[in-house]
T-cell receptor
Framework: EVQLVQSGAEVKKPGESLRLSCATS????????IGWLRQMPGKGLEWMGM????????RYNPSFAGQIGLSADKSIATVHLQFYSLKASDTAMYYC??????????????WGFGVFDFWGQGTLVTV | IVLTQSPGTLSLSPGERVTLSCKVS???????LAWYQQKPGRAPILLIF???NRATGIPDRFSGSGSGTDFTLTINSLEPDDSAVYLC?????????FGLGTRIEIK
């Protein structure tokens, strides 16, 4: 059974750093892109970026580039979302989600990826 | 790519049928349009992928259709548990984007 289990809720102060985790199981970890998504209170879902554990390829939404970092630890089948310097506007629910399949990427963009088929339960971050 | 969903909110009775709209700002292949159900404080649940394919375990009351820039989700025989926000999502061209959703309240 595919599972994505996220780390617990966080309360942080502006300027602090934070790392969220998404532990996966039940499938071949290295061979699926994992995305991170933000949902601010009462707002829609925003794709932040994604990571490919097999070769540590990371792709970022330009809206979030420079503010976050993505990584994957193959030894424990876990991906991480790093915030470098939190702001009050980072208060949101954060989800990790698995891409069902991969598409292709150029330097700047990606196309034709698989749907997000499995999701973590979400991590609430309050800044 | 911008996804515009309508209507914003619906209040319906059990047993009714509803059709939700998702208009995409540029043509995308049907293969890359999905629908999700999201309840408050919970992660989205995949309902439909590839515009028309039901995800595993999703009842056939839920169906998707459309092509190009216009896509729809139809829910037949609404049940109380269908109260939720329904989101459309394109995964053709990054950054992947979502509509703001249609909220369905079951009276």
């Amino acid at each position: 059974e595919v599972q994505l289990v996220q780390s617990g809720a966080e309360v942080k102060k502006p300027g602090e750093s934070l790392r969220l985790s998404c532990a996966t199981s039940g499938y071949s970890f290295e061979n699926h892109w994992i995305g991170w998504l933000r949902q601010m209170p009462g707002k829609g879902l925003e794709w932040m970026g994604m990571t490919y554990p097999a070769d540590h390829d990371n792709r970022y939404n330009p809206s979030f580039a420079g503010q976050i970092g993505l990584s994957a630890d193959k030894s424990i089948a876990t991906v991480h979302l790093q915030f470098y310097s939190l702001k009050a506007s980072d208060t949101a629910m954060y989800y990790c989600a698995r891409h069902k399949g991969a598409g292709y990427c150029s330097t700047a963009n990606c196309w034709g990826f698989g749907v997000f088929d499995f999701w973590g339960q979400g991590t609430l971050v309050t800044v | 790519i911008v996804l515009t969903q309508s209507p914003g909110t619906l209040s319906l009775s059990p047993g009714e049928r509803v059709t939700l709209s998702c208009k995409v700002s540029q043509r995308i292949s049907n293969t890359y349009l999905a629908w999700y159900q999201q309840k408050p404080g919970r992660a989205p649940i995949l309902l439909i992928f590839g515009a028309t394919n039901r995800a595993t375990g999703i009842p056939d009351r839920f169906s998707g259709s459309g092509s190009g820039t216009d896509f729809t989700l139809t829910i037949n025989s609404l049940e109380p548990d269908d109260s939720a926000v329904y989101l459309c999502h394109q995964y053709w061209s990054s950054p992947w984007t979502f509509g703001l959703g249609t909220r369905i309240e079951i009276k």
